[in-house]
């Protein structure tokens, strides 16, 4: 598709990123670069995720496409919390602990929008501007009046709490929907808003704002969902063995960021792709037949990681991510960069020795049994004479030779390797 016919509803359909459609005419109001969008993220934690990452960028997607976009960060309703997709009520945050997580968000969020185009603009909000201004009495009349109990029944998101016995739902979060509804109404009163987005487990908030404005304003605005990414195996997209995958590279660091892509399965690509990249369909289609035609190569994984990465964490974290990534192929670890050799070997057992042995010179055998790799010196000298033993990523055919200061690594640290993948990293204090 050429870019003079390009059509943003095509496209996000192509991408399998419209679930629902509240009517008919939001196509054309995107198409036409006429919608101004906007979407809320949660501030519960200090950081996105990778699972907020899918409407970050459908805001991109519509600003790119000549649409205004909103990107709005939930420094009121994240006192309340909302229920949709939870089984337990979550905890109360701390005024000053949301406070800064918002201040967080607001960073992130803002490197993914052009706040410099003058047709297409963008606009980064916090709803605690607002909805901190309301008294529970204007509340209940301006918007708790319209919206009838019997509509807040039906929302999955109630009906499925509602049957837990022992958590059940709270007033608080019950009225979730109603602030969500005020925040669409204020939007459109203030910047034009005429449409809001996110995820399919918000469709029952974006349909109450939509019938708050229809009642209160005579004025139609639209609402648009996309599904929820599951993985291969059902659950929920965005986890890693260490749990979450944040943007905050305090968090999630660009080396982790990267490996987490890059370890796609092959049967997830084509959504991955889809959902993630702004490759054009060629382009994705090759990528899609690469991960069934020639597996082993990870093509499309590489890809993947690499624009995700540079994405979130800039061509310097891109490189980083690669640095490190290679750093543990490397036979020359002394001139990889320290910071990422440490982020390679982040999760790598260690161990402690004393720094006075290398001092007075330590011979290989004890040395390695001193670290634990080994549990005996015959065991140790056979390792050798197989060639299964390396320091540093370079392998040890002495059995007499010495390990000194000369041999830790910039990090302080020596890195010691069993066969092809039995690490040790072994500090000397």
């Known amino acids: 598709m050429s870019a003079s016919n390009f059509r943003v509803s095509e496209d996000l359909r192509w991408r399998g990123l419209i679930y629902q459609v509240s009517h008919d005419q939001v196509i054309d109001l995107i198409d036409n670069g006429e919608a ?204 890693s063995v260490n749990g979450g995958v944040y943007l905050d590279p305090e968090r999630t660091s660009e080396y982790e960021f990267y490996q987490f892509f890059l370890r796609s399965p092959d049967q997830e690509m084509s959504q991955l792709l889809k959902f993630f990249t702004f490759f054009s369909r060629d382009e994705t289609q090759d990528l899609i037949d690469s991960s069934i035609q020639r597996p082993e190569e990870r093509e499309a994984q590489r890809a993947l990681a690499s624009s995700m990465t540079e994405l979130v964490h800039g061509s310097d974290g891109l490189a980083m991510a690669v640095n490190a990534s290679e750093a543990l192929f490397s036979d020359d670890l002394y001139s990889v960069d320290d910071r990422a050799l440490s982020m390679a070997l982040a999760g790598a057992p260690r161990s402690v020795i004393a720094r006075d042995l290398l001092i007075q010179t330590a011979n290989i055998v004890e040395f390695i049994l001193g670290a634990g790799l080994v549990t005996s010196k015959s065991e140790a000298r056979k390792l050798i004479q197989q060639g299964g033993l390396y320091l540093n990523n370079r392998r040890i055919e002495d059995d007499q030779r010495v390990v000194t200061l000369d041999d830790l690594l910039g990090i302080g640290a020596v890195l010691l390797r069993k066969g092809k993948r039995d690490y040790l990293l072994v500090d000397a204090k």
């Not at 907020?52 to 960028?57: S, V």
């Not at 009495?137 to 509509?151: A, P």
């Not at 029952?204 to 005579?218: P, S």
Request: overall charge neutral; aromatic content about 8%.
């Open 36 to 239: 101004v969008a906007y979407i809320g993220f949660d501030p519960s934690g200090d950081s996105l995720h990778v699972g907020n990452l899918i409407q970050l960028l459908n805001l991109r997607r519509l600003q790119l496409a000549g649409n205004s976009v909103i990107a709005l960060a939930g420094g009121a309703t994240g006192m309340v919390g909302d229920p949709s997709g939870r089984s337990q009520e979550r905890n109360l945050l701390d005024q000053d602990v949301l406070e800064s997580n918002v201040a967080k968000i607001r960073v992130q969020l803002g490197k993914f929008l052009d706040f410099e185009s003058k047709s297409a603009k963008a606009h980064l909000l916090n709803n605690a501007d607002w909805l901190s201004n309301y008294s529970i009495l204007n509340f209940l009349r301006d918007v708790g009046k319209h919206i009838t109990v019997n509509q807040m029944m039906m929302k999955d998101s109630v009906r499925v709490r509602l049957d837990e016995r022992d958590s059940g739902l709270s007033f608080t979060e019950f009225s979730y929907m109603l602030l969500q509804a005020a925040d669409f109404a204020h939007l459109s009163d203030t910047y034009g808003c005429n449409l809001q987005m996110g995820a399919s487990d918000q469709w029952g908030n974006v349909v109450t704002g939509i019938e708050l404005i229809r009642k209160t304003r005579q004025r139609s605005v639209y609402g648009v969902t996309s599904p929820l990414l599951l993985k291969a195996d059902g659950t929920k997209f965005g986890k």
